[in-house]
């Protein structure tokens, strides 16, 4: 959060106009900020003065980020009294049925039950609508009291059309019990391997273009990446989709597309079909316990992937002591190895921010045009060449 609101402060950065939190990272990243807002100094200015200019200036979302009752990464961290009443329990009860097979050497056992527990939790709760009902009023409650500008509903990760339209219905039902507070996004959720079921996805597509009400829909794939070696299948149904959702923006000039975690994916997207794409602060948006490196990657704006630091060393080396990149941030790094990590780390994140914001710039250059071939161009110079299939030719 600090860095996010340096980067807006010190160096201007257009582009960088809206921010995701999750649900479970409230306490951690924007309870600091909210406790300290009113107070004042001495001479009466106010402690936290940046960030309520931050605050005006940009859109705050929480994303109640509930694929996490599908996976185990941050599970527990729903097991909390500012997470709704029904998502802690469900957590409690697959903590404590995992420690039962623990217990009892049947460890495997447990992702089994874990697959079909998510679908029944999801199935009893729509059919439960006064549960259902109270646990939306719960996170349109809790996102408006941190100050979101616009709701997500909490909708479950899509594995199958079933929880696709138990999605459609929390996203109508949300929308209008929001509707006299604030107003509130359509959200869908799905694995990457969605883009494999052409059923799936056309489903979605219709409903998108003929029956979303809202003016803003937002989508994450979670895990996409549609540049890897033998994905021509999803490439292709994902440059479809983005083809259906420009044809929608273009007939009607209020629709917004944002897309979350959008990894390699937000150059394209971003030139097409999405007004808006979001990566994590460093660009990556997969879930691990490994790489934990404490000189963290560092993201080359020419090739567009990220680099080991290792990588680094000897591009900096090579390059006659510079980082080839000509931020604001790098052009100042003329001693690469008198950097400790944090200080590394701070200055790669801010590297990365100037670095999106900049190829923000070049594609509302390339759309201001209505020539995608500087778009294109950027990327058949890089090494995601694959992904300049997704740009259409006007």
């Known amino acids: 959060m600090n860095l996010l609101i340096k980067l807006r402060k010190d160096y201007r950065t257009e582009y960088l106009g809206t921010y995701v939190i999750r649900l479970f990272d409230i306490d951690r990243l924007l309870q600091p900020w909210l406790a300290i807002r009113d107070q004042t100094t001495l001479p009466g200015t106010w402690v936290a003065e940046s960030f309520r200019r931050f605050r005006e200036n940009n859109i705050l979302f929480i994303d109640p980020a509930l694929e ?17 009443r029904v998502f802690a329990n469900y957590v409690r009860e697959c903590n404590a049925y995992k420690d039962k097979l623990e217990r009892a050497g049947a460890k495997e056992e447990y992702f089994k039950w874990k697959q079909a527990k998510h679908k029944l939790f999801w199935k009893e709760l729509d059919e ?24 997500l509903p909490p909708v ?27 107003e509130s996004a359509t959200y869908f959720m799905f694995q990457s ?81 999405f007004d808006i794409v979001s990566t994590s602060l460093t ?14 990657m560092w993201y080359d704006p020419q090739k567009m992937v990220h680099r080991p630091f290792e990588d680094v060393i000897r591009i900096f080396r090579n390059n006659g002591g510079h980082l080839p990149c000509p931020c604001q941030v790098c052009r100042q790094i003329t001693n690469l190895r008198a950097l400790n990590s944090d200080e ?10 100037l670095t999106m914001n900049s190829f923000m710039s070049q594609i509302a250059r ?27 030719r006007f």
């Open 344 to 353: 590394w780390n701070i200055s790669r994140r801010l590297h990365y921010g």
């Open 366 to 392: 390339a759309i201001g045009e209505r020539n995608p071939e500087l778009a294109r161009d950027k990327l058949a110079d890089s090494d995601i060449a694959n992904l300049k299939e997704l740009i259409p």
């Open 283 to 296: 660009g990556l948006d997969g879930d691990s316990k490994y790489g934990k490196d404490p000189y963290g």
């Open 156 to 182: 479950p990760l899509i594995t199958s059309e079933k929880l696709l339209d138990i999605s459609i219905r929390i996203n109508e039902i949300f929308r209008e019990i929001s509707r006299q507070r604030a």
């Open 68 to 84: 996490y009752l599908y996976y185990e990464f941050h599970l527990h961290k729903f097991d909390s009294p500012r997470v709704p």
């Open 128 to 151: 439960d609508s006064r549960e259902r009902d109270a646990m939306l009023g719960e996170t349109r409650d809790i996102e408006l009291g941190y100050g979101a500008d616009i709701l």
């Open 193 to 273: 391997s969605a883009l494999k079921s052409e059923t799936l996805i056309e489903k979605i597509k219709q409903y998108i273009t003929e029956e979303d009400k809202s003016d803003l829909t937002i989508l994450k794939f979670k895990n996409l990446d549609v540049e890897k070696r033998g994905a021509l299948f999803e490439r292709q149904t994902y440059k479809d989709l983005m083809r259906d959702l420009a044809f929608v923006k273009q007939t009607n000039l209020k629709r917004v597309f944002m897309l979350l975690e959008s990894g390699h994916q937000a150059f394209p997207s971003a030139v097409s079909a």
